[in-house]
């Protein structure tokens, strides 16, 4: 493959902070003002090229990408300067939205048709575009989007691919903008990635699905500050025989993914995906696991994570450890969003459908084929990744 | 093997903070006051068990291991009485001792001889009473004293094991009192594990002579706070292409160890052993990578690091992170110190002498057997180590 | 006044980590086991001894003191031997309490009779006999109880002296046991304490009656930890013209006081007290400052603040500041209580009733006579303390 | 006094980070675009405005301050921009240099001449010149220079004012450049201010010069971050008896004030102004306080200095706090400069020479007139200032 084939990625969110970072990062790349540095697969031959993806998607913001970018504050001057004309070349598409799910989303930017499978034919329709427009050899859909409320998985319109059908023409309120958007990339046979904590095609419908029609799916929410801190620290506790008595977690974040969680239902959903890292990691369930996020407005995308650990050793005497993580959020979730568009294009060049178990290294609640409890210890997904990478090349 | 069999432990700086710890918590097992929490190893069988071991060794202190623990306030109230008795009928052997090279640890039980030979048969002797005294199925030497001076390893004294010999014929300055110690365990045919940052056993000179007899050595200086953190991070790191541009640690600390280190010739062997770990994980050399350690009498034996890493991202873009581990430090110690009793033990069974590479787990400074770098990332000697316990089971 | 004299302290909320902290205090000074270490105003002369005072008090729980403290965990083994006895010889009155006010205190002390007029009976009857019993000079009440839910301030019982004896005979809702303890205090003419963020005496009515009797009331919410530090830090910045952009603090502690606070009635007292004092001292509105406050039980009363502060100085440049406190909580509180003791027994001594403005530096939320908002930087405020003890020795 | 005045202000050290910093600061008040905001007497009336400064000054680096402040990373983007112009026209003259009082410091803008006496005659030349060609009302000079090694102050030649005339005459390696300087500034009548920890004039020799002349002097070394921090808590601390058992500091640093201080000599200069601090406020010597300043290069003019501090409360039962800065060191200094300048000025205004007490506000080591120990809590300092100024207007 080489940088002139033409990888096509539709982002749900394109406006967004992650993904307007994501999509300056290759646009200076392409331009040749900045290498791979920063990029965790940078080293790995046989996946396409970062200067072969070609951007667009949908957003409720019509803003072009360069005012976006200006307003998230994430790039330097210098870089919103080299990245600029690029950027504002890139407008979002119309996009499908329902406050139920997401309430301080708010935009204008939106596709006017109330019924679910209108709505599909719409997101259907600007794909198809895309592809067209851009003489695309393959397309991806990623899910940076705010994140929505959880559902009820139980409901019927979620538990089986025929219910989620049936659901659809019934236009049941079960169903979020997105799974509409993760059902319409499924058929497509654009492979898809949810990097939000929303449940998306984390369903057993649409997992479901993507294994009937053999497209590869990745989520759930990136894994990038303090949940990847702990899942590096709490293999080195269990490994050194250290108890973890209690472990406090707080965040404070200032962008606009912190204040969409000022909204306790879509709190509620980032929270349960930070949640059972530590225990599956440990083995056994820490008494005292707190998590908070508070949006704190003059930390920006700064976003900053303060943990207090507390162990218990040897003849059960008791430690202490104290994490302060003053993060770049979106620095950090970018890169991570180009390897899962590289990586998802290969499973799908290798005929791998349905979840891909192999990339729990990117998210903080990995899908797994069978819903057992997945991996989290950061060395191991990323041996598991590093042998599936192998195994490809060979 | 059973709880009978009759480990001996000899240790060089038997009255210190971190012998006492493993001497009070082994007693208290066999007192069945405690289990096997915060011993990482508890669930490998095949090794001996914790409760066969049996305790002596030299101090240039004389008190009786009672006095010395409450000496160093790491056990609490209740731990000194349980184990009280116990400890008060362990009294420490005269030691070998030299100003020179170790300048603020000082005492009155002192081997009064001052040729090198001489010394050596001291020691010897002191062993072989040991062993007959307790009827010893095994016995190992662990260096648990205070950290020496760097001696100069292009001397001819340390460069051979003939030039060893010669050098202690004459006396030779180059030869330190922790050297003298691991020649008598060498030549007793005794395991020998440097837990200090001295050089001891880890001169090429002592290195020839293990092999040569097949005598297991392991060292050095134990991995347990600060770089055991860094060892666990720097890898994450590394995984997810942060780059480190500076890293600055801190660490204070109040216990005797602490105020030996304020004598800056041992205070460098430390920060030697400290080092180069970050560039051999991360593969390029950290440009700030500062290390102190201050002697702050409140802290006392928990001691205190505090870490500033400084990161750069995707896009060039800064972050940092700050680490406040609040450890006991003879706490993350002593367990360690009584796995590594148990896996030379298992190393001599085997029939393996020389450097134990596969310990490297255990160390800051892993010695390697043909000098070249070894492995520092805290997951992959770990999982060496599992690997060659399980081998020895298979 | 010499240590003989008796100084009564009946203490609601006798068993708390708290009072049984400041009564351990004293008792171990009676025996001469400790100084006047700790407490801020040793050095000031004519104010009663502190081992004149005499404790008494009710609890929900009825356990002694011994066994009291013996929970709590803030005294170390020493102490609870030292102190054991005398502590062991107090036992808590039945106490008045409503669930309605306070969710989470428990207990199965408690006064059988539901009518307000009743309750106040019995309150008053115990500290008749208790100033009978010890033949005391002076009797002051303090509230060191859970805290309760805040009340409707603008309901006509709480609104007026009258409006209150009204309330009583009606036994109406608004009015909380907290304030049946003030109301039996002032009505008998003991200068009143309320060191809990609860509205107690601080409501209109009750400060109107001290005012017209004549006794001393202080009050509210003892500055400890985190609240002191802010109104000794706030005062700098402002003097330094650093503003202040945004203060984020989150507290973790896990004794009985944060279970307490585990419901979100009384969270919500608590935060109120802490919520104001940034902006009256710099003199403008912080635009973010958030207040967390999360029971964490590994803590227990070692109490964890974490502070971060946002800082803009000269050119609009950023700065931050991180403050980790971890504090005893009762520790820092009971020192507090004894000199609060001995001041407004002294006021009481000068004939001067109603509410005490000139103890502010001793809590989060002075009361002020007429409304108007309170001095709260530290250091202004000793100057006031310090003025007024000064102007009584004159 | 109004904006046209003409008030000169000499700095040595003229390309410094904060100097270039503070001069910058003054040209967009000039220009508009930045009012009085961090600025700590911007309220205060009588005092020349700061649009009133002209700045000139002599640095070993000949660059302009353009290119200065484009080095020194303090400024951004915008306000290079904005100020650059002006920076661009301001060239140091020549400086008066020796290595051997300031090694790190180099550059070739220097003055040629050797003897003491013409090193002097060139500065006073300079000074004039600089008086005619802005006919200037009033002229300072002020020390922003690297710091100097710490000189013998038991030299006679500079015990007395008399000494030091004969050791100029005799080219008495005794004096440093800084007093030459210090000593051109005063026998020219111009108000002298020492925002640098080196000797400079607070040398008895000087001092008593600026009495005789009647000229003001302030010093020395401008407290900024860590040490003013230490002024605000330790107060508190005395206040609520807390002994402060020990305090370990730790700086870290990358602008070119750090790498000087990378020199031992230099180094100790600063330790030393920082020392007594604690111990003077608290009436108490702490048993252990530990300072250490690190260059470190990542931080850049970021400075961040932590803090581990050791309390022992009510009962002997011990608490910590730990305080993490990130300050913008010249952002923190450049307006302290600027008050400094403005009330020397108005000192002279008022006839009042020698050491000026009222200003240790602004100090870490504050210059007493009779050499006694100086005021440091920073609001008693604040309040001696408010009432200085006050007395003036009255
Ligand atoms: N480190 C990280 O930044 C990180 C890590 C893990 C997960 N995430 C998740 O990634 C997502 C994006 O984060 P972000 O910081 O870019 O947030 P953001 O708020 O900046 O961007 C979200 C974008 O989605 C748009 N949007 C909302 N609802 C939409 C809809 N129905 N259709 C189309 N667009 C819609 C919004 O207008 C906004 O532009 C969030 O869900 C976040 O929780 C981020
Ligand atoms: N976490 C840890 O505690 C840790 C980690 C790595 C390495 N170490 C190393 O382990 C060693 C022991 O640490 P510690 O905290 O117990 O120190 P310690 O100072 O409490 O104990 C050292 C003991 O060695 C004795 N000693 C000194 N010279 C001797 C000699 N020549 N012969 C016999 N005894 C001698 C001293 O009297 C003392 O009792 C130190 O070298 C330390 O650097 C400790
Ligand atoms: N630093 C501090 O500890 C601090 C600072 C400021 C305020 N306070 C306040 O002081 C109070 C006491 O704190 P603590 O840590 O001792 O709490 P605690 O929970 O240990 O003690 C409170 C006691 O009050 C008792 N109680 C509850 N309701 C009662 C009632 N109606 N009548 C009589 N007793 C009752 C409880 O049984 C308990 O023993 C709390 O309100 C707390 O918010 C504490
Ligand atoms: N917060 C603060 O920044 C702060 C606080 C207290 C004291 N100080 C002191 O203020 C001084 C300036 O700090 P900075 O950060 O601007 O340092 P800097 O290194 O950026 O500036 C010092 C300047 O002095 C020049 N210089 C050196 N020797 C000279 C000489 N003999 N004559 C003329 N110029 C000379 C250097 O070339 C340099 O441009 C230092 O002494 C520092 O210790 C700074
Ligand atoms: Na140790
Ligand atoms: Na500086």
């Not at 920063?38 to 031959?45: C, K």
Request: charged share 25%.
């Amino acid at each position: 493959m080489d940088g002139t084939a033409r990888t096509g990625v539709a982002i749900v969110g394109l406006g967004g902070a992650v993904a307007t970072t994501a999509v300056a990062g290759v646009e200076m790349m392409k331009l040749g003002g900045v290498g791979t540095e920063g990029l965790p697969l940078a080293d790995v031959g046989g996946l396409v090229p970062y200067t072969s993806l070609v951007f667009a998607g949908w957003d409720v913001n019509g803003d072009d990408l360069a005012k976006a970018a200006e307003g998230h504050g994430v790039l330097d001057h210098r870089q919103i300067e080299a990245a600029g004309q690029a950027l504002a070349g890139i407008e979002p598409w119309p996009a499908v939205a329902d406050p139920e799910y997401c309430r301080n989303a708010r935009g204008t930017n939106l596709v006017a048709v109330p019924a679910l499978r209108d709505r599909v034919a719409h997101i259907v329709s600007d794909l198809r575009r895309f592809r067209r427009d851009h003489d695309l050899e393959t397309l991806t859909v990623v899910n940076l989007a705010s994140t929505e409320r959880w559902p009820d998985l139980t409901l019927p319109a979620l538990a089986s691919a025929e219910g989620f059908e049936s659901a659809l023409d019934a236009d049941d309120a079960a169903i979020t903008p997105g799974m509409l958007y993760a059902y319409a990339a499924i058929t497509e046979g654009a492979p898809y990635v949810n990097f939000t904590p929303s449940a998306s095609a984390d369903v057993p419908a649409l997992l479901e699905l993507a294994e009937q029609r053999g497209v590869p799916v990745a989520g759930k929410d990136g894994k990038t500050g303090q949940t990847m801190m702990k899942t590096v620290l709490a293999p080195a506790f269990r490994s050194r025989a250290l108890t973890v008595d209690g472990w406090y977690s707080t965040n404070i974040l200032g962008n606009r993914d912190g204040e969409v969680l000022d909204d306790p239902a879509s709190l509620s959903s980032k929270i349960a995906t930070k949640g059972s890292v530590l225990d599956d990691i440990l083995g056994y369930e820490v008494p005292d696991h707190v998590v908070r996020i508070d949006y704190y407005r003059p930390r920006g995308d700064e976003k900053e994570a303060w943990d207090n650990i507390d162990l218990v050793g040897f003849l059960g005497q008791r430690m202490q450890i104290k994490v302060d993580f003053m993060a770049r959020d979106s620095v950090l979730a970018a890169p991570l969003v180009l390897e899962l568009v590289r990586l998802v294009v290969e499973a799908q060049r290798r005929g791998e459908g349905g979840a891909q178990e192999q990339l729990g290294y990117f998210f903080k609640a990995p899908t797994t084929r069978d819903g057992s409890r997945p991996e989290h210890a950061l060395y191991r997904q990323e041996q598991v990744l590093r042998d599936w990478i192998a195994a490809g090349a060979a």
